[in-house]
Each structure stands twice: as structure tokens, then as C-alpha cells.
Nanobody, 115 residues
């Protein structure tokens, strides 16, 4: 059973927005979602946004001011809201959770920023 499911990816023009929800259809608690990562073609996986142990979000310098984490407790989702997207934001985006002393990843959702 999938524990984390990302959605919302697609093709968007530069400057446009996208919202990527991370859902927890299995036994993972949405409160244990730790953040979002991305992997561009030919590159390693990099941290985009994370929720610190104090509950505050932190963002990579490359997305600061453009990306925001948001929680929907009713839907048990943590979403990455992206604005003013740039071609260099093109990547597969993954959410990440820590529960039962191990990390869990979703299958990812492709975001392509192109005109």
C-alpha cells in the first residue's frame, strides 16, 4: 500500500503557479511529513522545503519567497505551493515522511516549466 502520494504536477509556463499535495492514504500520519525534495534530470535529489522539529518551515535559497508549505488537516495533506516558477524548477518532486524509525518516499510527480 502506498504510504505517500504526490500529485499536482504538470507542464506550466515560466512565472506560473502549481500546487503539489502530498497525501497519506496509508498509515503514515500527515504530521510526520517532513518536507519536499526534487530531482532534476542528471542531478541528485535536493531538499526544497522542510518542516523543522519546532514546526516551522525552512526553504532552500533557490525557492525562498516563491514556494510555501501548507497543511490541510481535514484532508491529511501537506502541500507545496509554488509561484513564479522558473525553468530550473523542472524536476520530479517527492514528499518525505519519517515514522516507525524510517523514512518514506512517494513515487514523485513531474513538474516541467517551459514555454
Amino acid at each position: 500500500q502506498l504510504q505517500l502520494v504526490e500529485s499536482g504536477g504538470g507542464l506550466v509556463q515560466p512565472g506560473g503557479p502549481l500546487r503539489l499535495p502530498c497525501a497519506t492514504p496509508g498509515s503514515i500520519l500527515s504530521s510526520n511529513i517532513k518536507g519536499w525534495y526534487r530531482q532534476a534530470p542528471g542531478k541528485g535529489r535536493e531538499l526544497v522545503a522542510t518542516i523543522t522539529s519546532g514546526g516551522t518551515p525552512e526553504y532552500a535559497d533557490s525557492v525562498e519567497g516563491r514556494f510555501t508549505l501548507s497543511k490541510d488537516n481535514a484532508k491529511n495533506t501537506v502541500s507545496l505551493e509554488m509561484h513564479n516558477l522558473k525553468p530550473e524548477d523542472t524536476a520530479v518532486y517527492y514528499c518525505n515522511a519519517y515514522q516507525w524509525r524510517q523514512y518514506y518516499w512517494g513515487q514523485g510527480t513531474q513538474v516541467t516549466v517551459s514555454s
